[in-house]
């Protein structure tokens, strides 16, 4: 998918380094991937950085995009309503068989928000969760969003950690569905990882989280 794509098998699962592809064939790589697989196939992580584009998920309302944009939207098949991808975020889509695991839907949610969270104490930021919004928030602001969506089994999207990006196109929407929610990121809460040191980090968190 990508000329610097790299993979490893860590953890029970191939993990694909991807550098910045493009939002909708990743998207189908993901359903490609999930239709195809059997119960012997591994699961994956795909590590990826996006162009700017906003993703509607299937319950999506077109009123939770409040202002023009130039940027694409891409109406899609996760949960969830709208939010941003673009460059300086790190989005892992967790390609995973929950039959396997023994877990479901909201167990995998929670083992996901926790890698966050794990990972910014790591950094010393003090990270939680917010009731009736999946995702992961610092001082009520969002600094982690998560969609999934589930076939025969088998998960795919995932999550977005915002690192080091232009947030401004986040203004142009309700995050999430919610009006007026703040976003922040790693850098402006002094969090100074570089975006393959951020990839690297939530990978391991994953690892640790979902095959724990």
């Known amino acids: 998918?990508?000329?610097d794509e790299r993979q490893a098998v860590c953890g029970g699962a191939i993990v694909r380094h991807l550098g910045r592809v493009e939002y909708e064939p990743t998207w189908r790589a993901m359903q490609d991937f999930t239709a195809q697989r059997t119960a012997d196939t591994p699961d994956e992580i795909w590590l990826v950085?996006?162009?700017?584009?906003?993703t509607q998920g299937?319950?999506?309302?077109a009123e939770h995009l409040i202002a023009a944009?130039?940027?694409p939207v891409v109406?899609?098949?996760?949960?969830?309503?709208?939010?941003?991808?673009?460059?300086?975020q790190v989005v892992a889509y967790v390609l995973v068989d929950l039959r396997r695991r023994g877990y479901g839907i909201r167990e995998?949610?929670?083992?996901?928000?926790?890698?966050?969270?794990d990972l910014l104490a790591a950094q010393?930021?003090?990270a939680a969760r917010l009731a009736g919004a999946p995702g992961v928030y610092v001082d009520g602001a969002k600094i982690a969003?998560?969609?999934?969506?589930?076939?025969?089994?088998?998960?795919?999207?995932?999550?977005?950690?915002?690192?080091?990006?232009?947030?401004?196109?986040?203004a142009a929407i309700n995050p999430c569905g919610y009006a007026g929610m703040v976003v922040t990121q790693c850098r402006d809460l002094g969090v100074n990882l570089s975006l393959p040191q951020a990839e690297h980090a939530l990978t391991q968190a994953l690892l640790d989280t979902i095959y724990s």
Do not use: W
Not at 58 to 61: I, P
Not at 75 to 88: A, L
Not at 152 to 169: E, K, S, W
């Open 75 to 88: 109406p899609i098949d996760r949960g969830g309503q709208i939010t941003y991808h673009g460059p300086g």
């Open 1 to 3: 998918m990508a000329s």
């Open 49 to 54: 950085e996006h162009p700017p584009v906003y």
């Open 124 to 126: 010393g930021v003090a």
């Open 145 to 170: 969003a998560l969609g999934l969506r589930v076939r025969h089994g088998c998960t795919y999207h995932g999550l977005a950690l915002n690192v080091d990006m232009d947030l401004r196109p986040f």
């Open 69 to 71: 944009t130039d940027i």
């Open 108 to 117: 995998l949610v929670t083992r996901m928000e926790q890698a966050v969270i």
């Open 58 to 61: 299937q319950a999506g309302k």
